[in-house]
Nanobody, 124 residues
């Protein structure tokens, strides 16, 4: 098990940037595929991005490809989501998650550890 705590959310104007951080506890962080998901009001939780155990591979949803970048620092037990060129439709609660399955891990049901979420609001 790993415990996850997100931070970095907030209110930003369209076209702006935010960097989300997810801090993980435990000594097995590098054994997890890490992912970011988001959930807007009235919508299902959707996949945003994931990163492999060493950080050498990444995978993005088409809606964020070219604008968002996921990265990780295993020495700091931390995963990041750099979000650029933000749009109002990116407004959601963003969740960090850890999975013990293979690569890539795109389904929320395959992630067994979740953070509490951080709110991102993009104004037009």
């Amino acid at each position: 098990q790993v415990q996850l705590v997100e931070s970095g959310g907030g209110l930003v104007q369209a076209g702006g940037s935010l960097r989300l951080t997810c801090a993980a506890s435990g000594r097995t962080f590098s054994s997890y595929v890490m992912g970011w998901f988001r959930q807007a009001p009235g919508k299902e939780r959707e996949f945003v991005a994931c990163i492999s155990w060493s950080g050498g591979r990444t995978y993005y949803a088409d809606s964020v490809k070219g604008r968002f970048t996921i990265s990780r620092d295993n020495a700091k037990n931390t995963v990041y989501l750099q979000m650029n060129s933000l749009k109002p439709e990116d407004t959601a609660v963003y969740y960090c998650a850890a999975a013990s399955t293979g690569w890539p891990t795109l389904r929320a049901t395959d992630y067994n550890n979740w953070g509490q979420g951080t709110q991102v609001t993009v104004s037009s």
